[in-house]
């Protein structure tokens, strides 16, 4: 059974930090790339982040710089180190492989709002 259990969302003031965590179970972790996605108000979920079993990483243009994807395979645990947040990165987010299929589940994510 495939789970995504994220947590470390919360309320910040824009320029903040948040540290989100994912831990995952029910597959072999340290053999999948994984990714980071969100979900913004009223939009549809998008990959914003990308990680390699060897640990490359991929970022979307609008975090680049700010936002740092990481893994430790021995916990099966991904994180998100979000530094320097805007509103615009307001949404629920979300781990799981970077490809995603059919049969892969969705987590219940953490909210992550930026507002002063």
């Known amino acids: 059974q495939v789970q995504f259990v994220e947590s470390g969302g919360g309320f910040v003031q824009p320029g903040g930090s948040l540290r989100l965590s994912c831990v995952a179970s029910?597959?072999?972790?340290?053999?999948?790339?994984m990714g980071w996605y969100r979900q913004p108000p009223g939009k549809e979920r998008e990959m914003i982040a990308t990680?390699?079993?060897?640990?490359?990483?991929n970022y979307k243009d609008s975090i680049k710089g700010r936002f740092t994807i990481s893994r430790n395979n021995d916990e099966k645990t991904m994180y998100l180190q979000m530094d320097n947040l805007k509103p615009e990165d307001t949404a629920v987010y979300y781990c799981?492989?970077?490809?995603?299929?059919?049969?892969?589940?969705w987590g219940q994510g953490t909210q992550v709002t930026v507002s002063s």
């Open positions: 990680i390699t079993w060897r640990g490359s990483t």
């Open positions: 799981n492989k970077r490809v995603v299929s059919r049969v892969d589940p």
């Open positions: 029910g597959f072999r972790f340290n053999t999948y790339e």
